[in-house]
């Protein structure tokens, strides 16, 4: 019996270095990135007794000088109304404002899953093109992610309660523990995580599959899930050999990426380094340090964005390759035609770009 989470590894080879390599194209390969990016969530100002002394900062001899009057100026009347809230009140805010940012990460990670999966076919990267004609497909997508989310975290509730009622954690209190119960509580509550955990990747791995299936079958998430859990009840050995391939992949290729990342940070470390001491010993010159310090914020804020984005980037190469050994596993399991860049031999080069438009077509 042939394994065909062990025959799509050569054909993924294949197509990843097509995609990425013949020829290098380095605006292909940030674009990539960025999809990647998307898919893989008391101290202050002194007011001293009053509002009028912030106007104070930027004169000479003060540790904001050199900094404009009217940047001076913004910052304190924010502050000052920023102040006039309670603590409370600014951290569930705070809460709000990250829950929210969260959310709408997950929701455009959700449509890129779709432009993920439609570049790599066709080895065409268009990211606004592929977002707005995929976007109601990820807005799906996005609902059945939170409709799972609620659902994982009933389950560990479920599964959790029956455990702190036999520690006695909810009658008495963590305090009254014994060392015993504490252990049982902690053993406890990480075997819970670890079965939701296996869980969840085991959805998220049929959600994986239904993706393309739903872009292909032209059918919405939920009824291309549906489709992988059917086929899935025929042929489940498949599956299960393809978990546990996929699973050696990753670790695999994590040990690659590490290993390049590495070598990736000391490089990149070295070189943010030699710019921070420039900036800082030019700002210096001109500047007290306070204010020195404070225009760091924003470069250091760039530089941690520079610094996710080049990891990202490093790694982009093998979620290349993961992602193209699922879709060359899903076409030997699944019933579904998937309109493959390099399927010339199956129709002929002069047929493609029409094969293309009508597999690819957006739903009616």
């Known amino acids: 019996m042939s394994w065909y989470v062990i025959d799509a ?100 990670g959700s449509v890129m899953e779709f432009v993920f999966v439609e570049s790599l076919v066709r080895n065409d990267v268009r990211i606004r093109e592929y977002f707005s004609r995929y976007l109601m497909k990820g807005v799906a997508l996005f609902i059945l992610r939170i409709i799972i989310g609620l659902g994982t975290l009933l389950a560990f509730v479920i599964l959790a309660l029956p455990l702190l009622f036999m520690t006695g954690i909810v009658d008495g209190g963590i305090d009254r523990l014994g060392g015993a119960s504490i252990m049982l509580l902690i053993m406890g509550l990480i075997a819970i995580l670890f079965i939701i955990v296996i ?77 921070d001491v420039i900036l800082y010993f030019g700002f210096s010159a001109i500047l007290a340090d306070t204010a020195v310090w404070i225009l760091f914020i924003p470069i250091l804020i760039v530089e941690f964005i520079v610094f996710i984005f080049v990891m990202t980037f490093v790694g982009m190469p093998v979620r290349v390759f993961m992602k193209y050994h699922m879709l060359t596993f899903l076409q030997k399991w699944y019933p579904l035609d998937i309109p493959m860049f390099d399927a010339y031999h199956h129709i002929g080069e002069s047929n493609m770009d029409e094969w293309l438009n009508e597999a690819t077509a957006p739903d009616e």
């Open 199 to 275: 869980v969840a990747g085991i959805i998220g791995s049929f959600i994986n599959l239904a993706i393309p299936v739903s872009l292909y079958s032209q059918s919405s998430i939920y009824s291309a899930l549906s489709r992988v859990l059917g086929q899935f009840r025929h042929d489940w050995q498949q599956i299960v050999v393809y978990w546990v391939g996929r699973l050696i992949l990753a670790i695999a290729a994590g040990i690659l990426v590490a290993i390049v990342g590495l070598i990736a940070i000391i490089i990149l470390g070295i070189l943010l380094l030699i710019v």
């Open 9 to 108: 590894v050569e054909r993924a080879i294949e197509r990843t270095r097509t995609c990425l390599f013949e020829p290098i194209d380095i605006w292909k390969w940030l674009k990539l990135t960025i999809i990647v990016l998307f898919i893989g969530g008391g101290g202050g100002f002194n007011s001293g007794g009053n509002s009028g002394s912030y106007n104070n900062y930027g004169g000479s001899g003060s540790d904001f000088s050199g900094i404009p009057q009217g940047f001076i100026d913004v910052v304190s009347n924010f502050y000052e109304h920023l102040m006039s809230y309670s603590e409370a009140t600014l951290i569930i805010f705070a809460i709000v404002l990250i829950f929210l940012f969260l959310l709408l990460l997950s929701l455009i």
